[in-house]
């Protein structure tokens, strides 16, 4: 989900505006090939111990893995893929001679080890550590040699080895979640910053003794610019080489000269959270008349502009563990969903609203209110639900004013990773996290889903995890804590005069992180 602190810089990234000058504007010397990105997201931190680019693509930082254009693992500070032992509970990695980091200081073991142990670190605001629960120890008994200790076999582990890795000596006695690292980083990738003007702009210059090469341009300025009307202004103005729009306002660019649109595949899913304690929402035959009655056909070709494809449980079906017969209709099916609710004692009332036990079906429906998307999506279920009898009324606020309310009320929100699905699904779906924050807020509790999803992360075996994995859909396809509605694709609006872009299927998370500029030290832009 998008951080409350983000939304929250709207109103300075207005004034910024008009106080500002464009961040086109060219330093003198780099030549005028430095890339501007906007996006609608900006970090709370800029240090991977505290939740910054976990998953790789920070541009400011390496890991000890990395992904490339088909996700696909790849050594990086380490110099090859790390090992596994036969009993996958210890993982040695040995790292790539000569990195240093932007400070000119040389990239160790000891490195690796203060970056695990911070996020292991209770002290540490990380909400990684949840992450690294199967890590026991690390350590590293040579200089260039990291090992490994889990608790207990986890499948996906060398994914969790995209952490970025930050330099002991910059942090070592501080209070990590106050340091000024956390502003001004010092990492080992491509770029490193040079400011960072906050609900404004994120500077970066090339790092010059970049271990995989220096970059094929001067630097990037990503600008953190909320909302998505302002964007696409200021894309049509020139201000930015590529922007991330909204479906409905990057179509406003096809066609047009000198632009491109980049409709990029992800497992990025939006759908309608439903808290189980509601009287309404936690009602099993509203959720199953809501997940029979919305047209996500008509929202894919309607809000998506075609840039996306129905939603129907959190894997994605392009994954290998991906449950195929939980597939429905895509289109709406209003005779189902009002079976449903006339078999569960919902009755209509005069206004067209159900009524049971005196309650009318009734609940509110947030969405972010400068998420143009979420907002439409909130409308399109609203309309659907309403002919069906159950009366949704949509809110659009900031996110300081919906955190409060996710235990009561309805929510529009957005998740999904095309990495294992342990990442998001056992956070988002086990009764562990039921309650904390935007993990889990509707407080889903299910005892088969729990198992299989604790049953999935600790076996090794890909059948024996895909049997999990079908388990756990099938049976949250039972309870719908969620209706699903959508899988998006991404879509950027890119000026012709940029070369290099290389789309890969992207998660939830995609702004200054794992967005399409995720390799942009290749890009090049002519004059």
Not at 195 to 218: K, M
Not at 290 to 314: I, N
Request: aromatic share 8%; glycine share 8%.
């Amino acid at each position: 989900m998008r951080s409350a602190r983000m939304v929250a810089l709207l109103a300075a990234g207005l004034v910024a505006l008009s106080a500002c000058s464009a961040p086109t504007d060219t330093p003198a010397g780099d030549g005028g090939d430095r890339l501007v990105v906007a996006t609608a997201g900006e970090p709370d931190t800029l240090n991977p111990v505290l939740n910054y680019g976990v998953d790789g693509g920070s541009l400011i930082f390496d890991g000890l893995v990395a992904r490339d254009d088909r996700n696909q693992l790849v050594p990086a500070l380490a110099r090859e893929l790390p090992t596994v032992s036969a009993d996958g509970r210890t993982v040695t990695a040995k790292l790539r001679d000569g990195v240093v980091f932007h400070d000119g200081s040389p990239l160790t073991a000891q490195d690796v080890v203060f970056t695990y142990q911070a996020v292991l670190d209770p002290k540490v605001d990380s909400t990684l550590r949840s992450d690294l629960d199967m890590l026991a120890a690390v350590a590293a008994p040579d200089p260039s040699t990291v090992v490994f200790t889990l608790e207990y076999a986890y499948a996906p582990f060398l994914q969790r080895l995209a952490l970025g890795i930050v330099p002991a000596k910059a942090l070592a006695g501080q209070d990590v979640n106050k340091a000024a690292f956390n502003r001004k980083p010092v990492g080992t990738g491509p770029y490193r910053v040079t400011s960072w003007t906050p609900g404004d702009r994120l500077v970066l210059a090339a790092n010059e003794r970049y271990w995989g090469g220096r970059p094929a341009n001067s630097g990037v300025v990503v600008a953190f610019v909320p909302d998505d009307n302002v964007r696409a202004q200021r894309m049509r103005a020139g201000e930015f080489d590529v922007a991330e729009l909204a479906p409905r306002l990057a179509s406003g660019f096809d066609g047009r000269s000198g632009y491109r649109v980049e409709k990029v595949p992800t497992a990025d899913y939006r759908g309608v959270m439903l808290p189980m304690g509601g009287p309404v929402t936690g009602d099993p035959a509203v959720r199953k008349a809501l997940h029979a009655a919305v047209d996500r056909s008509a929202m894919v070709a309607g809000v998506l502009g075609g840039a996306g494809e129905p939603a129907f449980g959190p894997i994605p079906p392009t994954s290998e563990f991906a449950e195929p017969s939980i597939v429905g209709k895509p289109a709406a099916d209003p005779a189902a969903a009002t079976a449903a609710l006339d078999a569960a004692g919902w009755k209509p009332g005069p206004d067209g609203v159900r009524v049971k036990d005196g309650r009318p079906a009734a609940f509110s429906l947030m969405y972010p209110a400068t998420d143009s998307l979420r907002k439409e999506l909130a409308l399109a279920v609203t309309a659907d639900a309403r002919k069906v009898g159950i009366k949704i009324t949509p809110e659009g606020l900031t996110w300081d004013a919906i955190t409060p309310r996710m235990k009561t009320d309805g929510l529009v929100m957005g998740f999904g990773t095309p990495y294992d699905p342990d990442f998001v699904s056992f956070k988002l779906f086990t009764s562990t996290f039921a309650g904390q924050g935007f993990f889990n807020p509707g407080s889903y509790r299910s005892a088969v889903v729990d198992q299989a999803l604790r049953d999935a992360r600790a076996n090794a075996d890909p059948a024996a995890r895909k049997a999990a994995y079908a388990t756990f859909q099938k049976q949250l396809a039972t309870d719908l804590p969620w209706v699903f509605l959508t899988y998006l694709q991404h879509t950027y609006v890119v000026r012709d005069a940029v070369e290099g872009v290389a789309p890969r299927v992207e998660p939830h998370e995609h702004d200054v992180a794992n967005s399409l500029w995720w390799n942009i030290h290749t890009w090049t832009k002519t004059p």
